[in-house]
Structure formats: C-alpha cells, structure tokens
C-alpha cells in the first residue's frame, strides 16, 4: 500500500465518521475499497489459489467486511489502518477454519451417507466384476469432487439435480441465465473429465 494510499484512508475514514448519510457513507465505504483495491486482489488471488474450489470474489467480500469492519470499530485515524487489517485477517481466518471443518466434516460423513444397499454388484460368470469397496471409494470421490466445487458452482449443480429451473437457480446465485449456462457447461465438463473411470460402472 502506498503512501499516498495510507494517507487517503486516514482521510476517508475521517470524513466516514462525520457523514450520517447513507448513500454519501456507501460512497465513502467504495473509496476505502478502492484504497485497498490493489492489495485485496493481490491477497484474494493468493487464497483462491490455495484453496483451488474458492474464487477471487469470495475472498474479496471478505477482504472488503474486514474494511468496513475496520472503519466501523475504529475511534481515531491513527489506528483506522492496523484496524483494518487485524478485521481483515480475521475475517479471512475464520472462512479458513469453516472451509477445513467442512472438508472435515465431508470426509468423516462420507461413509455414513453411503446406502450400501444400493450399490449394484457385477458379475462376470462367478467372480464379481466391481466389489462393493470399488463403489464406496467411487462415491467417497464424488462427493469430494463436489465439495471442491466453488461455493456458486456447487450450488448451481445441486439445485439442477434437484429439479430447480434455471430462473430459480438464477435467484439464489445472483446470475443471469447466460452465466449460469456458462458455469452449468464448465462444470460438467470439469466433472466428465474427473469422472471418466467410472464409467464402466454404470
């Protein structure tokens, strides 16, 4: 962050706290996002890379709570910066610690949500053709192959087996109809190409 930057938020956050208008304070609260706009798609570009099923804007709300979050709980400008950053980092920690107990909690569930029963054996004569193990390893992979969707994708696709149209996909995920249909062909084929070596089991 420059120090031109630096000095701009000080400034902005001053006149932040005097302003008791809404739209002038969103207004103010964009011009702080711009401030840090450099630095936030640097650091949401690091985070969705380590955790590949993240995108850049799901880092970059989060780094933009944590600057209001800063701006609202500061008193004075000289502590306006490092209040930004301490919001910043946990806001950032805290969807860290989500995204591992979900990851956890997916590994851990995976294996009570098989129906066994519904796992069809094969037969070549007498010797069975895919045991039973092969298709609980299968569905473990699938259901972590989902998981590792970004948050929208993984929506999209869920409520698409569910019977959901794409006008009510289009509502929950905030998209046009263009874009979902964008997403809905990637992620298949995404999933063709992790899936393909469990085709002879169908």
Not at 13 to 25: H, L, N, R, W
Not at 34 to 49: G, I, V
Not at 75 to 89: M, Q
Not at 154 to 163: C, L, Q, S, V, Y
Request: hydrophobic share 40%; charged share 25%.
């Amino acid at each position: 962050m420059s120090v031109a930057a630096m000095s701009e938020i000080e400034m902005l956050f001053g006149q932040y706290t005097e302003e008791s208008g809404t739209y002038k304070k969103q207004c103010l609260l964009q011009k702080a996002f711009d401030c840090y706009r450099y630095w936030a798609s640097a650091l949401a570009s690091s985070y969705s890379s380590k955790f590949y099923y993240t995108e850049d804007d799901d880092w970059l709300v989060l780094i933009q709570l944590g600057i209001w979050e800063g701006l609202e709980k500061s008193k004075t400008s000289a502590e306006v910066r490092s209040n930004i950053y301490y919001r910043v980092r946990h806001q950032i920690s805290k969807e860290i610690q989500i995204i591992v107990a979900e990851k956890r909690f997916a590994i851990e569930t995976s294996f009570d949500a098989i129906d066994y029963m519904s796992f069809p054996t094969r037969y070549t004569g007498d010797q069975n053709k895919y045991s039973i193990e092969q298709y609980w390893v299968a569905k473990i992979d699938i259901d972590n192959i989902l998981q590792e969707l970004a948050p929208k994708n993984r929506t999209i696709i869920k409520m698409w087996m569910e019977g959901f149209s794409i006008l009510e996909i289009c509502d929950v995920v905030s998209l046009k109809d263009a874009a979902v249909y964008n997403r809905f062909n990637s992620i298949c084929e995404s999933l063709e190409t992790k899936l393909h070596v469990y085709k002879d089991m169908l």
